[in-house]
């Protein structure tokens, strides 16, 4: 709560500012050149079109620019559209991935759609097969943050107190006297960290699965109205208190790892690049991601004004 209160003083302070010179205008020449061969051209941050992707990508931005890289940030569709470009490098040439998503993807592209999973849930190995993976896609991958976005299921503070639940081996004895309703989106059932895990890893008996979303509204809501015992969410969601939900423990470590990971084209890639985007990865957490996520989603404010705000306050900014 407290980090949550010092952005939004600097959230607050920012917009001040802003309005406040809202009419003025520079010349661009109050700057000096970051190179004296000059100016650095403009690296293009690619965005995945949801909240969160907006704020990684403003916040690698932001800090890029503050360092005298000159940066933007480029919404894309999808990781079928931001990895290509990626490896060209012409229109983009850093994107905010997710280290086991990402190593799934390129997994798949390099080894072909049957390959068996790589990803895991121990981070190191991880990261180490994803580099490797991208470095036959002219792609190179920084550290990761400590922040995640991984599959997680809730369900209501009052259902985890009624009947002593803090993790997902508890959920599993429980339901064996009382099964219970999952919601989630509608591959589910299908994916096999979502549905299958709850029933091969941790022998939930689940009495029906609801198709609703991914971890969004749909979810949220019909936790807190009864209508599902357990929702899957995403574990960088900085809402779910709002609606009175709590996530429970991953405590055999089934979900494969998702932390937040900056990746740059290799031609792309300076120093300058490396050092600003792994200062940022060093003072993303979870609790951070969470915030950041929560001032845009619950307060409404713009994904560009609360990066900057962060960035502000963690001094990359």
Known sequence: MIRRSALLITLAVLLVSACSSGGEETDGSASPSPSDTGPLPTVHVASYNFTESQLIANLYAGALNAAGQPAEVQVMANRETIVPALEKGTEVQVAGEYAGSLTEFLNKQVNGASAPSVASSDLDATMATLRNLAGQKNLVVLNPAQASDQNAFAVTREFAKQNSLTNLTQLGEYSQSDPVI???????????????????????????????????????????????????????????????????????????????????????????????????????????????????EWEGADPATVAAAWLALNELG
Request: contains cysteine; aromatic residues 4%; negative net charge.
């Open 182 to 296: 999952i919601g989630g989106p509608p591959e589910c059932p299908k994916e096999p960290d979502c549905l299958p895990a709850l029933k091969d890893s941790y022998d939930v008996n689940v009495a029906e699965f609801v198709s609703l979303d991914a971890g969004g509204n749909g979810v949220r809501t019909a936790l807190r109205e009864g209508r599902i015992d357990v929702g899957m969410v995403l574990s960088s969601d900085g809402v779910l208190d709002e609606f009175g939900l709590v996530i429970l423990q991953d405590d055999q470590n089934v979900q494969p790892v998702d932390n937040v990971v900056p990746v740059v084209n290799r031609e792309a890639t300076t120093s300058l690049i490396e050092s600003t985007l792994n200062n940022v990865s060093a003072k993303l957490t979870e609790d951070a991601l969470q915030s950041l996520n929560y001032s845009v």
